[in-house]
């Protein structure tokens, strides 16, 4: 919600904004990444979208070991800023503990007492729309009992939705239980995939619900 105040002047209810935390990533999530060389890290985007939208998530995301992001760790903070203009920015810093938050508190008690006068950092309020749907590469987790035809379905609903699947990972199955792999989608809408995964969790192969999130 402040990402897209600050960056577009436009005002989101956050209940409107798509939030998924880490409770759904597992050990294979991990495991996963690291086969692709990367990691996964709990990222807030905001984007325009178009000319007159703008679309923004709260969601884990598989990060490469070549993106700036992918070395933040801990009480870290980091706000990625990409422009036309700019390119890329990363500004890197110390985001929770007693030291930082007790340093803002400080700040703004002694600006109250001064009376600063210090404009907002919003931009001014615009018409750009907000949508609860954006695009990019997903990873794709499905776990299942073992059966013929499962890469053939998974196949054809992704054509009849117009996903294009990149590659498909599998790692060694250690208990039964853990029966899981993953598909790494093309470019596509969050819409798409949610159609996907909506037809596969009704199959009977398919255990409990599919993780999925943007690469």
Same mark, same amino acid.
């Given at each position: 919600?402040?990402?897209?105040?600050?960056?577009y002047?436009?005002?989101?209810?956050e209940? #409107?904004?798509?939030?998924?935390? /880490?409770?759904?990533?597992? !050990?294979?999530?991990f495991?996963?990444a690291?086969?692709?060389g $990367?990691? /996964?890290k709990?990222?807030?985007?905001a !984007?325009?979208v178009?000319?007159?939208?703008?679309a923004a998530?709260?969601?884990?995301?598989y990060?490469?070991?070549?993106?700036?992001? @992918?070395?933040?760790?801990? =009480?870290?903070n980091?706000v990625e800023?990409?422009?036309?203009?700019l390119?890329?920015?990363?500004?890197i810093g110390? $985001?929770?503990?007693? @030291? &930082?938050?007790?340093n803002? %508190?400080?700040?703004?008690?002694?600006a109250?007492a001064k009376?600063?006068?210090t404009p907002?950092p919003f931009? &001014?309020?615009s018409?750009?729309?907000f949508?609860?749907n954006y695009?990019?590469d997903?990873?794709?987790?499905?776990k @299942?009992? #073992?059966t013929?035809?499962?890469?053939?379905?998974?196949g054809?609903? %992704?054509e009849k939705?117009?996903v294009?699947?990149?590659?498909i990972? *599998?790692n060694?199955?250690t !208990?039964?239980?853990?029966?899981?792999?993953?598909?790494?989608?093309e470019?596509?809408a969050?819409?798409?995939?949610? *159609?996907?995964? =909506?037809?596969?969790?009704?199959?009977?192969?398919?255990?409990? &619900?599919?993780?999925?999130?943007?690469?």
């Open positions: 919600k402040i990402l897209v105040r600050l960056a002047g436009v005002e989101v209810a209940d #409107d904004i798509s939030c998924k935390g /880490i409770t759904e990533l597992s !050990k294979l999530d495991e996963y690291k086969m692709m $990367g990691s /996964i709990l990222i807030g985007f !984007k325009r178009g000319s007159d939208k703008v998530f709260v969601s884990p995301c990060v490469s070991s070549d993106d700036s992001l @992918y070395a933040v760790n801990g =009480a870290t980091a800023i990409t422009s036309s203009n390119v890329s920015t990363t500004l110390e $985001g929770a503990g007693r @030291y &930082p938050t007790a803002s %508190c400080v700040n703004d008690i002694v109250l009376g600063d006068k907002l931009n &001014p309020p018409d750009l729309k949508v609860n695009e990019s997903f990873y794709i987790r499905l @299942y009992r #073992d013929l035809g499962i890469t053939r379905q998974c054809e609903i %992704c939705y117009g294009s699947i990149h590659s990972l *599998q060694p199955i !208990k039964r239980d853990d029966a899981a792999f993953v598909l790494i989608t470019k596509v969050l819409s798409k995939v949610k *159609q996907v995964c =909506a037809e596969i969790e009704a199959l009977d192969w398919c255990k409990g &619900p599919i993780f999925y999130m943007p690469v």
